[in-house]
């Protein structure tokens, strides 16, 4: 098992699978400049697997590909299919567009977790987040995977004075439909203009929903990072990651694999660990991923408290 020195169990592997993407959330992706790392510095399919594996003989049972946004590559059945062949739950996190290339592929290797990013129900705020994204088309997919029976989560940052108003929308939609809708509080990365003035604070938009909404708290899966809620009657849930105002930490269980492969502990880790160059060296990476497991933080990467100066962008580390 991967230990640290808090005696918290790492299960959990998310693998950004690149670092590019086809939208440009303000809030992830500030810089119209960036395309992402060259693709001979990212893991190829084979590394992808071989990292995997290790990780998964050593307690990871559940992965989860992200990136950027991960079906941009052109090789994602590829990895697919070699990872569904670990004993692992896999999901994926999306930004939706391109699912419909992937409908048949994620059925056949039984991935059920589906989490889609989707910060307004309204088409032109969603452009103006999200600059590229397309609600209709996400729409239409998140329809067909519930069609499927699929497990969906929807993922909205919540933007004070820009998409908070839609925060009821989404629970108005948890009515007719088994989703769950996660509204995350910003957080702090490279050049994301953050600052805590413009975090929207889960209580505040709690209390607010809790005046229009018969409200009823539900219980949070084993090391959920979200405090979850139902309207009574409602087919879906919701629930907060409070990141920035009520960090999980102590219950956290998660490393993170970038695109270039660097472990990291944490979203807020100072420091990461390159497995790549050493696997495309042949040199021992179980113990390059234990001492990383052993240096991590007890909170929030080491920081007191959290403010913007992280030296990756959520893009770069895979959220
Ligand atoms: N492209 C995919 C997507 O959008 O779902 C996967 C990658 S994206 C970086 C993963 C998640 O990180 C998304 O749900 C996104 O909303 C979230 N995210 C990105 N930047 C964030 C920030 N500054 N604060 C909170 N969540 C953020
Ligand atoms: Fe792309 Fe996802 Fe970041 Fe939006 S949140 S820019 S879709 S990686």
Redo the contacts with the bound molecule.
Sequence with gaps: MLIDQFGRKHTYLRISLTDA?N???SY??PLSSYHGTKSNKLMTADEIFELASIFVQNGITKIRLT???PLLRKDFDTILKKLATLPVNIGITT?GLLLDKHFENLVKHNVKHINI?LDSLDAEEFKRI?HTGQLEKIMLHISHLLTLNMIVKINLVMLKNINEHAIIDFVKWTEKHPIDVRFIEFMPFEKNDWNKEKVLGYETVLNTLAEQFDILKIEDETNSTSRNYKVKGFKGNFGFITTVTNPFCESCNRLRLTADGKLRNCLFAKNETDLLTPLRNGENILELIQQNVLSKAAALGGMNDLHSNSDRS??QIG?
Excluded: D, P
Aim: charged share 15%; glycine share 20%; aromatic share 0%.
């Design positions: 993407c939208m440009r959330c992830c992706m990136g950027g946004e930004n990013s999200t959520m893009i959220g």
